[in-house]
């Protein structure tokens, strides 16, 4: 049996960083499911593939809040959280030899490495795109954006209104955080306070009186 690992939500201002993994004895099925790396799906062949998948394979899921992402980066990097992340997905499946992972650090050999090394000296090839180019590591990908898209939906509903995608790039997304932080004085639930354009935005605040705005 062999394992891909991706996450997804690494990037956000807002939202949780999923990990999942997927385990098989061969890619057949997820080739004929027709898997690539997700942000090529549109949303509604992500969710139709993310029920395929869980059909054929063993899979796993380790999600971590922004306020945990928050607490842990204030001693670890986002690659060490990461990295732990990938671990903990796939630890449970002892019958997976090797592990393809969606690298995420610059240096493929030394992420590689220590994977390999955290989990007892199994094989694990990580690339950059490895999404791209090994189904088991596609399947993973849709498993990890489903469940992260899922997430940001009920966050969403909490609010009582859109929060867009979490992602900095998102126009919908800073302009609820921008405006929560007017209202409130605060970063709003769920978000990456450690962000840099979060951290601009509190200083703002705490430099601007509210007539400013």
Do not use: Q
């Not at 690539?36 to 799906?41: F, P």
Request: charged share 30%.
């Amino acid at each position: 049996m062999f394992c891909g690992i991706d996450e997804a939500g690494r990037g956000p201002a807002m939202g949780p960083l999923v990990v999942a993994s997927v385990c098989v004895e061969d890619d057949l099925g997820l080739i004929g499911i027709g898997v690539r790396d997700s942000k090529r799906l549109t949303p509604k062949v992500r969710e139709r593939m993310y029920s395929e998948i869980l059909v054929i394979a063993e899979y796993g899921i380790e999600v971590i809040s922004a306020e945990e992402i928050d607490r842990r980066r204030t001693n670890e990097s986002l690659n060490d959280i990461e990295a732990d992340m990938f671990v903990r997905s796939v630890i449970g499946m002892k019958d997976a030899k090797r592990i393809y992972a969606d690298c995420p650090d610059v240096n493929e050999s030394a992420f590689s490495k220590e994977l390999s090394v955290k989990l007892g000296g199994r094989t694990v090839i990580a690339e950059h795109k490895a999404d791209d180019r090994y189904p088991v590591v596609s399947a993973a990908s849709i498993i990890a954006k489903v469940t992260r898209d899922r997430m940001i939906k009920e966050i969403s509903e909490e609010f009582g209104r859109d929060i867009g995608s979490g992602y900095p790039s998102d126009p919908a997304t800073m302009d609820f955080i921008e405006r929560w932080i007017k209202e409130n004085g605060c970063a709003p639930p769920h978000t990456r306070c450690s962000w840099e354009p979060v951290r601009r935005l509190l200083s703002l605040s705490s430099n601007t009186r509210i007539t400013d705005w």
